[in-house]
Structure formats: C-alpha cells, structure tokens
C-alpha cells in the first residue's frame, strides 16, 4: 500500500505517557462513590458495579509477574481521530503485562461480538496502524448492545477465545451499555471484565473525572483550518456570507470551539437557543442584523458557525417535529395519496395554528425534508435538515424585506457548507495521539488489576504528557436516570455546553466584537512536528475549563 511521506514519518511518532505509566503500575484506590443523581435507582440497578472507588495509577518500584491475558476491543459508533492508538495502547500494556497476551478485535462494532466477526491483532497489525487517523483496522458500527440475548451470544465467543476482558471504546450510550454489560457478567460470574474508553468528536462525554473525550481536539483543529481559510477567502473576495454547519449531534461544544480557534462572525449555540428559547425567527433577525451592521460599514461579507442539532433546540420546531411525528405516523396512507404540489398546502391545513404558521414559513426544501425524509421509524431525519441553506435562505429572505423597508442597503450572496466527515478520520494531533495511547494502555492497567464497570480515564493533560494521571472511573458514577423512548434508563449523562462555563463565557464576551469587526484567526493546519506551542496545544475548550 503506497503510503505519503506524513504516514511514514508519523508510524515512528512515540506517544507521550504519564509517568506512571513508564514501569511497572500500582492501583490505589479512592474513596466509594456515588451516582451523579438518582442514587437509590442506579445503586439497585447495579448492585455489583455501584459505589467502586476512583483509581489512580502510581509507579511501582517492583515488576510483579502475571499470567497471559486475552482481551477483546471494540470500536462503536461514529469515528474519531485517536482510535487506533487507543488499540496500540492496549496492545502494548497487554503485552507489558505478560509477552504472550493477545489481543483480539470484534470487527464492524459491537455487532462484531454479537455475530462472532473477529480478527487477531497481532504486531505488525498494530504497528501498521500507530498514530493513524480512522478505525478502518477493525472497523466501526452503531449496533447497540442492550439485551441479554447478545450479551450470552457475546460470551459464547468470549469463551471460546478464552478472553477474559473486553474494551468498548465509545460515545455515551456505548459506555453506558458497556456498564450494563459488566453488570450482566459480574452478575453472572462470567469472570468477564468490560472497561470502557471515552470516544466522540462531539466532546459531549465529559464530566468532574473525565476531561474530554478523544478526537474532539483532533476534528476541531481540522475544522477550524478550514473555517480559518474560508475567512481568510471571505476577507479577500469580500462578497460572500459563509454559513457552515459543524457536526456535533445534540451539544454545540464544536461550534463553540471553532469559534474559539477562528472568531468569526456569528456562532450559533443550541444551548443558548434552547435557554433564552428563541425561535427560529429570532435566529433570522439576530444573524440579518449582524449581516445588516456590517453592511453599514461596507462590509458585505462574514462567516456563521451553526451547530448540527440546532434544529431540536429550537423549541417551537421541536413542537413542530413532534406533531409531524405523530400526525404522519398516523395518517401515512392517506398523504401518499395526496399529490406532490398539494402535499405542503394538505400539511398546513393539518397541523395546529401555531405550527402550521412555521411550517408555511420554512423554504420548500426544509419543508419536504421535514415531511419527507423519514428514518425506518417514521421519524424526521433531523441530521439531514440542511440548517446552513434554511438559515441562509432564510436570512436572505429578511434582507430583503428589509431593504424593501429601506431598513438595509447592502449586498447580501451565501455560500453553504458542512463540515463533518471531513474530520472524522484525520490523523490525530500530538494531543489525541498521546491521550488515546494513554487511555488504551491505562484500560491494560485496569484489567490486570482485575477492575470491571470502569472506565478508563487520564486526567491533568493540560499539563506536560509526564504529569498526566492514569486511573479509572467507575461507570455507574456518571449516571442518572432519563426518558428514553418512553421509559426511564440508567445512563450517562450527556454533556451539553453549559452557558455558565469559561468557554461559553468567553466567546460571550467577544462575540459582538467579533461581528461587528473582522477579527478572523487563522489557525493553519495540524502541525505534528515542531516547537511545542505549536504542535501540543490542547482545545481552548479544554484549556478554559481547566484553568483553575
Ligand atoms: P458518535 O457520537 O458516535 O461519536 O458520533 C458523532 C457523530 O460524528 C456526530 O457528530 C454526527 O451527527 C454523527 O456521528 C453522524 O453519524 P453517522 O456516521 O452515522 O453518519
């Protein structure tokens, strides 16, 4: 396979560990915990799991032997810049622990477990993957594991590989299912230990004790190169509003980044929207007068950061889905029926006055996608509403009753973008390259020193990689109960931007400066090689909220 020179150079990349992690590791254990919230709950739901103390990773002067272990790994959900690493990490503690370990990877995600779909992974596997971006070694799935038929299916592999622990590296939902599965398997004296590692570009898994989770610094550093680049084109050509949507399915913690690195015009946050519940309109009018106010100064050019969930922050288009949701579900038969150029109009004379007024506002196109485009459920695709056109058209729209109004006197042309996949995969920054070998090789400590219902966590690493601390969280610690699908669950609580936060509280700070003026920042590409302060630097996120 024809590899480019960063690759080649990028293979030799040595991870930075803590300290602690450079010999031979003692566990020391903390006090016990307790559940975020919802305490009684979550203790009878995981009797076995509940209450286990924080570890911490600490050198050991002497190298106690222990036997060969076989561990299994699984990579859920959607990719992010590290994972291989976290696997190279894993790799390599096992190894540490005893030479005849062996690693074993369930392939397409956790399906992989469920239909026996697995490869070795041996040396020159894993070392052909180190500091590489994507999760092609073993690949990804969103299967859920969430009923006790695929956990017993699950063991029947386990035990025919003779693995006696298993590492998901996932999002919330993975690691709070991989929780339930420890539970299951310590229930059930399977001898099966399940460690779980904090993964999502979102950054929406993050709490007291885990400080990020890994490819969030990775894919926001892709994004804001080239957010930085579009508005440095903006400021050259100064005729285009730039509006680019950035992934992050419900929590803004991407765009809010990005704006951090790049200062651009106008950042949307869903958080925000949903506090001060504004409506779409109040979006329209905050970002036209933005466009309006620069125009004033000649200025007929900007960027706008829009975050992916938007859509189901604003609340009264939450409103609006969930009457869609239903009326639909109900009624598909009958709006089949109906012919295409009818279809908007018979949708309007359906639903209640104050959705139906919204959903006569919404340009065509958002409209058939609302009405249209429908997950095997029969719900809305909110992922696939393209909320950069529907703004922009809809910007475009206000403009121009506003100039009628002899309210704005500017020039006003968008452009559209969406980055998201474009960040997934690239090869992770020095941070994430360290975070994630770091996070695979601390999982290894957790299993030899016999921990389940953890996971595996690195703290302090807005410090230099050496002060960093390895250790474990216990799962059931980050849970609370919600609603989900109609029904109470334990799970870990998401993490959503909070508006009271240093990050937030610094883009608020600055945000009209930066609408007004053009402050733009470029911040280039990833730098792997050079002077640290170029090559090493964490999140803005993650350095404002660890600024003590
Ligand atoms: P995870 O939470 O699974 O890490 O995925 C995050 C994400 O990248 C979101 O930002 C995005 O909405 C989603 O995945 C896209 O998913 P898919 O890869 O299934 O299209």
């Known amino acids: 396979m024809t590899k480019s020179a960063l690759q080649i150079a990028r293979a030799a990349y040595q991870p930075k560990v803590s300290a602690a992690l450079h010999g031979a590791v003692k566990a020391v254990e903390g006090a016990t915990t307790q559940s975020v919230a919802d305490q009684e709950e979550i203790k009878r739901l995981f009797p076995n799991t509940y209450g286990m103390p924080i570890i911490t990773f600490e050198s050991n002067e002497e190298k106690v032997s222990s036997p060969a272990i076989n561990v299994g790994v699984i990579l859920s959900g959607g990719q992010a810049p590290g994972g291989h690493n976290v ?91 991989a929780c339930v599965l420890a539970e299951y398997y310590k229930a059930n004296n399977t001898g099966i230990q399940v460690i779980g590692c904090p993964k999502t570009i979102d950054g929406d898994l993050k709490n007291e004790q885990i400080e990020t989770s890994f490819g969030f610094d990775t894919a926001c550093k892709v994004y804001s190169e080239v957010i930085g680049n579009i508005e440095r084109d903006c400021n050259s050509a100064r005729k285009y509003w730039h509006f680019i949507k950035l992934m ?37 009018n905050y970002i036209a007068g933005v466009v309006a106010k620069r125009a004033e100064n000649g200025n007929n050019f900007g960027t706008v950061l829009i975050p992916e969930g938007l859509i189901e922050f604003i609340p009264a288009m939450k409103s609006l889905i969930s009457e869609l949701n239903d009326f639909l579900a109900h009624h598909e038969e009958e709006f089949k029926q109906v012919d295409r150029s009818e279809q908007r109009a018979y949708i309007i004379s359906k639903l209640s006055k104050e959705n139906a007024d919204l959903y006569a506002s ?122 989900r699908h109609g029904e109470m669950k334990p799970v870990i609580q998401k993490a959503l931007v909070k508006l009271d936060g240093a990050p937030f509280k610094k883009f608020a700070a600055n945000r009209e400066n930066w609408a007004v003026n053009t402050e733009y920042v470029y911040p280039g590409p990833i730098q792997y090689f050079g002077p640290t302060e170029v090559c090493d630097q964490t999140t803005r996120t993650l350095a404002l909220e660890q600024a003590k």
């Not at 980044?257 to 949307?268: D, F, G, K």
């Not at 704005?408 to 360290?434: I, M, T």
């Not at 996971?455 to 849970?479: E, F, H, K, L």
């Open 248 to 284: 992050g399915r419900s929590a803004s913690h991407i765009a809010l980044e990005c704006a951090l690195q790049t200062q651009p015009n106008v950042c949307i946050i869903s958080e925000e929207v949903e506090a001060k519940k504004q409506s779409l309109d109040d979006i329209v």
């Open 362 to 483: 919404l340009p065509e196109g958002v409209a058939r996608q609302l009405s249209l485009d429908r997950d095997p459920h029969g719900n809305v695709q909110v992922s696939l509403i393209e909320t950069e056109k529907l703004l922009a058209e809809m910007v475009g729209n206000r403009l121009a009753e506003w100039k009628k109004e002899g309210k704005y006197n500017g020039k006003f042309a968008s452009l559209v973008h969406f980055f998201g996949y474009e960040g997934r995969c690239a090869a992770p920054s020095n941070y994430d390259a360290d975070y994630c070998y770091s996070l695979g090789y601390t999982a290894s400590c957790l299993i030899a020193a016999g921990k389940t219902g953890y996971m595996s966590s690195v703290r302090n690493t807005t410090a230099p990689a050496d002060q960093w601390i390895a250790g474990g969280i216990p799962v059931t610690m980050m849970m609370n109960m919600e609603k």
């Open 87 to 177: 696997i190279s990490g894993l790799f390599d503690g096992i190894k540490a622990i005893n030479p005849d370990s062996r690693l074993y990877g369930f392939l397409m995600g956790p399906g992989g477990l469920v239909d026996h779909k697995y490869k070795e992974l041996t040396a020159d596997i894993i070392d052909e993957y180190r500091n590489t971006g994507g999760f092609d070694m073993i690949g990804s799935g969103r299967t859920k594991l969430e009923e006790t038929a695929q956990y017993d299916k699950g063991l029947e592999i386990l035990k025919q590989l003779n693995i006696s622990a298993l590492v998901i590296i996932g999002g919330d939902d993975s690691n709070t299912n």
